[in-house]
């Protein structure tokens, strides 16, 4: 039985490889790729051979080699198909890894630039003053002393890694939980104004690091214990520490 041969007109063709018409048209007329027949009316065909060049030109084309050149490789005598495939295959994996090179390169001064509009200690503490800078830097170390050093790691490189902007939006979200949460003192802790708010405090924490309930309520416990704490909460309202941490844990005890 005799095999059939499958053809593709020029339409076809350019689809299957995803070129335009024209350039087969023009590959024709330099006579890098000629059809293999033409029908009565003129109609460009296209057998395996011709799919098998052309792939040729395009990883030629691909590798920047002009038209010329690719002719004159092509039209060789002792141009080898096979040869010439495993040659492709040598450079395009130089290619990659040179693009591989080249994107580790990208990334690693992305980073850099990344880093470079990181937080300074100048904005970290922009628009306090002395004191509460001193209070800040003293939480810190407080901090570092009760709590894991990997979330202290954690919530330092959170902190630092954001812009300026990102930081005063923060700042000042954390100021506007503390003064409602001083308007709502004299409310049940429990109540559930009070509890929307403290929601909120548990949820603005994940700007830092991201608390357990455990480690929420050992937080409203330092809130009370921590002199630093309790002089920052209660120069709001007084008392303020002990209600934060009543709330804390209501808030905590529904969950758990």
């Given amino acids: ?49 011709d ?22 490789v092509l039209g060789s005598r ?3 198909l096979i040869v010439g495939l495993a040659g492709h295959r040598r450079m395009l994996l130089e290619k990659k890894r040179r693009i591989g090179r080249l994107i580790g390169t990208i990334e690693k001064t992305i980073k850099n630039l990344e880093q470079k509009t990181m937080l300074k200690d100048e904005e970290l503490y922009a628009g306090f003053s002395e004191k509460e800078v001193r209070q800040l830097k003293e939480y810190e170390k407080e ?11 954690q919530s330092q490189k959170r902190v630092r890694s954001m812009t300026g902007e990102k930081w005063r939006s923060v700042r000042a979200e954390g100021e506007k939980i503390t ?21 909120r405090h548990y949820k603005h924490l994940g700007n830092f690091y991201t608390p357990t309930l455990g480690m929420y309520r050992g937080l409203g416990e330092m809130y009370v214990s921590d002199s630093c704490f309790r002089a920052h909460y209660d120069r709001y309202a007084k008392n303020l520490a002990d209600f934060v941490r009543k709330a804390i844990n209501a808030f905590c005890a529904k969950d758990e």
């Avoid at 041969?5 to 890098?32: C, F, H, M, P, S």
């Avoid at 030629?60 to 002009?66: G, I, T």
């Avoid at 901090?143 to 202290?152: E, G, L, N």
């Fill in 143 to 153: 901090a570092a002393r009760m709590y894991d050093p990997d979330i202290v790691a």
């Fill in 78 to 80: 002792d141009f080898d």
């Fill in 1 to 49: 039985m005799k095999t059939q041969v499958k053809e593709y007109t020029v339409k076809g063709l350019a689809r299957l490889a995803g070129i335009t018409v024209r350039t087969l048209q023009y590959y024709d007329a330099i006579g890098l790729l000629k059809p293999s027949r033409r029908t009565g009316s003129g109609y460009r065909i296209y057998r395996d051979r």
């Fill in 51 to 72: 799919l098998l060049i052309l792939q040729q030109i395009m990883f030629y084309r691909e590798l920047e080699l002009p038209l010329d050149k690719i002719k004159s």
């Fill in 179 to 199: 003064r409602q949460l001083a308007s709502l003192i004299d409310k049940d802790p429990a109540s559930p104004e009070v509890q929307e708010v403290i929601a």
